[in-house]
């Protein structure tokens, strides 16, 4: 696709229980990155991906979340026994490859997660 | 402390304002810096990567100063569209980048 894809782009769940949340980088795009956005702050780094392995997961709060990565391409964030606190938007960005600032990273518009 | 701090605002500007906002870093071995703009509920999206030697992209300028850890943006002539969030954002090691909380812009007619 022309850019990143992340579904759904809205969620609500029920305390407790588990989501998935998906990233479709841009195609070609070797590196991928989740990021957490609360209310009135920055987006928040949860880990980043290169290739199929994650070269930085030291943002994942606790080991309720984990991501996956396993062909190389999509992503799925996967939160378990969810908490009223992870309730934010989750977004994806993709880049061309590692080492590349000068275009910096390329966002998808983001799951809107809530949790009641 | 926060990584990256900026002024949250809102700075409330009159059509063809000239707005500055400021930005300070905590990490001395932050590799790169850039300024994103992110409008209401949408996604950030990268404005203009910030050099030592200042970079100017139209009614844009930006400034870092490594010393100081000190990064700015100067927006001239601001335009009703200009209103928005804008993240001053650091990347460290590896590719991760660090986002300030972000400065409110809001111009008037």
């Known amino acids: 696709g022309a850019g990143v894809s992340q579904t759904p782009s809205n969620k609500v769940t029920e305390k407790g229980k588990y989501v998935e949340l998906r990233c479709d980088p841009i195609s070609g795009h070797t590196a991928l990155y989740w990021y957490r956005q609360s209310l009135g702050q920055g987006p928040e780094f949860l880990i980043y991906f290169q290739g199929t392995g994650a070269a930085d997961d030291s943002g994942l709060p606790n080991d309720r979340f984990f991501a996956v990565r396993p062909e190389g391409s999509v992503s799925t964030l996967k939160i378990q026994r969810t908490e009223r606190g992870d309730s934010a938007v989750y977004l994806c960005?993709?880049?061309?490859?590692?080492?590349?600032?000068?275009?910096?990273?390329?966002f998808g518009s983001g799951t809107r997660l809530t949790v009641v | 402390r926060k990584e990256v701090e900026q002024d949250p605002g809102p700075f409330n500007v009159p059509e063809g304002a000239t707005v500055a906002f400021n930005c300070t870093y905590s990490?001395?071995?932050?590799?790169?810096f850039f300024w994103y703009r992110q409008d209401c509920r949408k996604e950030p999206k990268l404005l203009m990567s910030v050099y030592s030697s200042g970079n100017e992209d139209g009614r844009f300028t930006a400034q870092l100063n490594r010393a100081s850890q000190y990064i700015s943006l100067l927006i001239r002539d601001s335009k009703l569209s200009d209103s928005a969030t804008y993240l001053c954002v650091v990347q460290e090691y590896g590719n991760k980048l660090v986002f300030g909380a972000g400065t409110i812009l809001r111009v008037k007619s």
């Open positions: 990490n001395s071995a932050s590799q790169s």
């Open positions: 960005a993709s880049s061309s490859n590692a080492g590349d600032s000068y275009d910096g990273y390329t």
